[in-house]
């Protein structure tokens, strides 16, 4: 079936290094990807998005590309802030109800 | 802002209570989600919605039901609730969004303690 992969966290880093957070999929037919992110005691904020081959989803410096050959969507920053801190969710949607499939989240903790 | 609304935002209970959640949308969307939210196990879905009185069950089903008799609302019911059910809920809205691809939205989340 379909699934996500995402790198284990926790990541730490200090204020204005670059951020990777990589992301996997296996999935069936042509899905679309998502990076959600969570910061503490809040609920789940669509960060990015990407919606076929090659797309390049992008936002608050932010940014990922939909590439089908690795069918990866790894998600970077080139310089991170304190504010960036938070849980990071890559997700794939599929199938004909395009229910959400999840990984399992990725904690990042940027340090001033 | 989606214009999703949880209610209660936190619940203390007891093991073999029932539990209503409530979610609220002020958008009209067809689609509703609950979701549960425990460390180790990222989101999973509980049950979904498609329209009024139209639901299917999710992943984790079991001890949950919903239901949904208007459009604004999707409401999660734990017939009596466990301490496996502690947990943080989130409801979420599908939205038609840029690009053509319909994105979820989601509310803001309610803890839940089942003691």
Same mark, same amino acid.
């Given at each position: 079936?379909?699934?996500?992969?995402?790198?284990?966290?926790?990541?730490?880093?200090?204020?204005?290094?670059?951020?990777?957070?990589?992301?996997?999929?296996?999935?069936?037919?042509?899905?679309?990807?998502?990076?959600?992110?969570?910061?503490?005691?809040?609920?789940?904020?669509?960060?990015?998005?990407?919606?076929?081959?090659?797309?390049?989803?992008?936002?608050?410096?932010?940014?990922?590309?939909?590439?089908?050959?690795?069918?990866?969507?790894?998600?970077?920053?080139?310089?991170?802030?304190?504010?960036?801190?938070?849980?990071?969710?890559?997700?794939?949607?599929?199938?004909?109800?395009?229910?959400?499939?999840?990984?399992?989240?990725?904690?990042?903790?940027?340090?001033? | 802002?989606?214009? !999703?609304?949880? #209610?209660?935002?936190? @619940?203390? /209970?007891?093991? $073999?209570?029932?539990?209503?959640?409530?979610?609220?949308?002020?958008?009209?969307?067809?689609?509703?989600?609950?979701?549960?939210?425990?460390?180790?196990?990222?989101?999973?879905? !509980?049950?979904? #919605?498609?329209?009024? @009185?139209? /639901?299917?069950? $999710?992943?984790?089903?079991?001890?949950?039901?919903?239901?949904?008799?208007?459009?604004?609302?999707?409401?999660?019911?734990?017939?009596?609730?466990?301490?496996?059910?502690?947990?943080?809920?989130?409801?979420?809205?599908?939205?038609?969004?840029?690009? $053509?691809?319909?994105?979820?939205?989601?509310?803001?989340?309610?803890?839940?303690?089942?003691?």
């Amino acid at each position: 079936g379909d699934s996500v992969t995402q790198m284990e966290g926790p990541v730490t880093l200090s204020e204005e290094a670059f951020l990777t957070i990589n992301c996997t999929y296996t999935a069936t037919g042509y899905p679309s990807l998502f990076w959600y992110v969570q910061y503490p005691g809040e609920g789940l904020q669509l960060l990015l998005k990407a919606t076929k081959a090659d797309d390049k989803g992008s936002n608050k410096g932010f940014e990922a590309t939909y590439r089908k050959e690795t069918t990866s969507f790894h998600l970077e920053k080139g310089s991170v802030q304190v504010s960036d801190s938070a849980v990071y969710f890559c997700a794939l949607s599929a199938g004909n109800n395009r229910k959400l499939i999840w990984g399992l989240g990725t904690s990042l903790a940027v340090n001033p | 802002d989606a214009g !999703i609304t949880q #209610s209660p935002r936190h @619940k203390v /209970t007891e093991t $073999g209570t029932p539990v209503t959640l409530r979610c609220h949308q002020t958008e009209n969307h067809r689609y509703m989600y609950w979701y549960r939210q425990d460390p180790g196990h990222g989101l999973r879905l !509980i049950h979904y #919605s498609y329209g009024v @009185k139209d /639901t299917d069950k $999710g992943e984790v089903s079991d001890g949950y039901s919903v239901s949904r008799s208007k459009t604004e609302d999707f409401l999660l019911t734990l017939e009596s609730a466990t301490s496996s059910q502690t947990s943080v809920y989130f409801c979420a809205i599908r939205s038609p969004a840029s690009g $053509g691809e319909e994105t979820q939205y989601f509310g803001p989340g309610t803890r839940l303690l089942v003691l």
